[in-house]
């Protein structure tokens, strides 16, 4: 059962709930990549982590990781590859195409699908609900197209059904709207706990169905990942 705990997480050096609250406040996506991940127990000793696509900007982006690595550091590499999105937020009006570029900006969720593939893991499929899907797409265009290119368009369901929890050899990472115009990324364990790098909490036990859903101080935003 990967839950994402303390114990499950105790093969890398140094975790505990500060090392996994991010010390960037864009790079939610990366912790939660790294979480969702590491709670299989298994990671490799070294791995290249890359994701690379045209976008109205170029990216070819790679980071390196050793068994070494702290949560942060794991995080920090992960987020070299998965924070290319930049865009006005929820509350302005969309750029289209979105720039996709290498630097202090959001977190692609077709890099982060990439990045847990390079970690070892499967993403089975990647979620979008209906009445989630429209924003998102508003705002990110050519985020579907993304995600085909890494796990496959027969993957990337966007008429999703309703949210349940991971099942027994699953991990997912969900996208939430923060209240306030963003959005953020927690992953959830197969025991049904949310992480939220946010502060490092691993025991949340919100219970979204549909897009808008509240959990906790959070909205779900429909979309989800299903890594094994």
């Known amino acids: 059962m990967p839950n994402i705990n303390l114990n499950t997480l105790r093969g890398i050096p140094g975790v505990d709930k500060d090392a996994m609250t991010q010390n960037n406040d864009n790079a939610c996506g990366a912790y939660a990549i790294i979480g969702a991940v ?7 000793k070294v ?3 890359a994701y690379a696509n045209h976008g109205p900007e170029e990216v070819n982006n790679t ?3 050793a068994n070494n690595n702290n949560y942060h550091q794991l995080s920090a590499a992960a987020y070299k590859v998965t924070g290319i999105l930049s865009n006005k937020g929820l509350n302005q009006p969309p750029v289209k195409p979105e720039l996709l570029k290498a630097g202090n900006v959001y977190n692609s969720p077709a890099a982060m699908a ?5 970690l070892g893991r499967q993403v089975q499929k990647i979620n979008v609900q209906p ?4 924003p998102l797409n508003r705002i990110y265009p050519g985020a579907r197209p993304r995600c085909e290119g890494v796990v496959g368009q027969a993957n990337v369901i966007v008429d999703a059904g309703n949210y349940a929890a991971p099942g027994q050899q699953q991990t997912h990472v969900v996208c939430v709207n923060n209240g306030t115009g963003g959005l953020h990324w ?3 364990g197969s025991d049904g706990k949310f992480y939220d790098p946010a502060n490092g909490s691993v025991n949340n036990t919100w219970n979204p169905i549909k897009t808008g859903d509240p959990m ?4 779900f935003a429909g979309l989800w990942m299903v890594i094994s």
């Open 186 to 188: 927690v992953a959830q």
């Open 47 to 49: 791995a290249t982590l």
């Open 216 to 219: 906790g101080y959070y909205y």
């Open 131 to 134: 009445d989630g899907f429209g």
């Open 38 to 44: 590491g709670a299989f127990e298994v990671f490799p």
């Open 63 to 65: 980071a390196q990781i």
């Open 114 to 118: 990439k990045v847990a593939q390079d």
